[in-house]
């Protein structure tokens, strides 16, 4: 009820604390309410809770709330009484593992917040749905480029991401996120994408606002995106051709394997079926973690994380995301920002034959395209930590190249200005 020392209390206090950011996971400031609630260890405790228990999930934004769960769980007597004691007893885990791994922090030298700056906000878009964004900004330096973040399908942005963040940060980055409609912590039901126009109207509107910022006026601006995320990346860049400085493409969906296409047969009975049960989840298909993911302790992460949506594709999301596709296909050949294409040579999700096809299609003048034997999908978070490391470096050396040439947008820009057409003269002289 605020009344135990956690950071910001002892800060509030004027006791001196080296970092504010919660311990268990680095990725805010460590408030009581953060601490037992929306923590991502706390999330997955609750998840596990709820599920033992077969209640509805558990989903709480403050203490207040976890002490009076016991009310609204549908059970009674004894059985409910236990309940509320695992809840209790499982508070006192949480506050000692911070405790322990903030000793262990403190003991260890630097952790990895040290030099970061991370900060959540949601937003309402225009819908009026609320989207979760959050940022790394190194607190060293100033950023010499902006990055941002868009994640794949059923993924999210502050826990499956923030290790490639942690990495674009380091070397001296901004980093920006937001979690898409229907996944993560954003609004929407988890998995099910309505529109994908809607998507990309919210990340151009989001990302735009932090480029316009009066720090950010002449820095960089990189989109880097995984499997959906590639696909959005292209969309961007399409929607505002002359906007963005570059693009780096994850095994981008940007087109779909032949023998992964619907026969027209199909194709109608499912365009039918969608406007009477788009969110069922009746698509077949594969398990994505056990394809996507190479290692497996990642893999598990991804199963124990509740921000990740594990359920079978929902009907509406496969026709969008089969649209996109098919549109992007037809539009290869207009993408003309400087792009670096990664892509795993034995990836089993996205094929790695359409980022060559991208490759060679693209209109772009500065383009790179590298194919790593013997890697799977999820290079940025999936890949043993070796190969992960050989990704990044090679991403983070495509962008530092980009700024040791110069920022030609700013000398784009100002070209554009003085350099009018002929006729704009005349006709003003002739006026």
């Not at 135990?4 to 996971?25: A, F, Q, V, W, Y």
């Not at 549109?327 to 207009?334: P, T, V």
Request: charged share 25%.
């Amino acid at each position: 009820m605020g009344n135990i020392s956690t950071g910001t209390t002892l800060k509030d206090r004027n006791i001196d604390i080296e970092d504010l950011l919660r311990p268990l996971c680095g990725s805010s400031d460590e408030t009581s309410n953060h601490l037992f609630t929306t923590c991502m260890v706390a999330s997955i405790i609750w998840q596990r809770i709820s599920a033992w228990s077969r209640v509805a999930p558990i989903v709480v934004s403050v203490v207040r709330d976890l002490l009076k769960l016991c009310n609204h769980v549908g059970l009674k007597g004894i059985v409910n009484e236990i309940f509320h004691g695992i809840v209790m007893i499982s508070c006192l885990c949480i506050w000692r593992a911070k405790n322990g791994v903030k000793f262990a922090n403190k003991h260890a030298g630097t952790s990895e917040s040290s030099n970061v700056k991370y900060e959540e906000e949601f937003i309402t878009n225009s819908k009026g749905k609320k989207l979760f964004t959050c940022r790394w900004i190194p607190t060293n330096c100033e950023p010499k480029a902006l990055v941002f973040l868009n994640h794949g399908y059923a993924m999210e942005c502050s826990v499956s991401m923030k290790g490639a963040a942690m990495r674009l940060v380091n070397a001296g980055f901004g980093v920006y996120g937001i979690d898409n409609q229907g996944h993560g912590k954003s609004d929407g039901i988890k998995g099910f994408i309505s529109h994908f126009n809607d998507l990309v109207e919210d990340c151009s509107q989001f990302f735009i606002s932090i480029c316009e910022r009066k720090e950010n006026k002449n820095k960089l601006r990189i989109l880097l995106g995984e499997s959906m995320g590639g696909a959005m990346v292209l969309r961007l860049h399409l929607k505002k051709p002359d906007f963005w400085d570059g693009g780096v493409l994850v095994a981008p969906m940007c087109k779909i394997a032949d023998n992964m296409r619907p026969s027209p047969i199909m194709f109608n009975v499912l365009t039918q079926l969608r406007k009477f049960i788009p969110t069922w989840k009746i698509v077949p298909g594969d398990d994505i973690v056990e394809l996507a993911f190479r290692d497996p302790k990642i893999r598990q992460e991804i199963r124990d994380n509740p921000l990740c949506y594990k359920g079978r594709v929902r009907l509406q999301t496969a026709m969008e995301l089969y649209t996109v596709t098919v549109d992007l296909e037809k539009k290869l050949k207009d993408v003309t920002m400087a792009f670096l294409i990664v892509h795993g040579e034995d990836d089993k999700v996205t094929d790695p034959l359409t980022s060559k096809l991208l490759y060679e299609s693209a209109s772009s003048t500065d383009k790179t395209f590298k194919l790593y034997p013997g890697m799977w999908h999820a290079l940025t978070y999936g890949e043993f930590t070796e190969n992960t490391d050989i990704v990044f470096a090679d991403a983070i050396s495509w962008i530092n190249e980009r700024i040791a040439r110069g920022n030609s947008r700013p000398e784009r820009e100002q070209k554009s200005k003085n350099d009018k057409p002929p006729d704009t003269d005349k006709k003003k002289d002739h006026n």
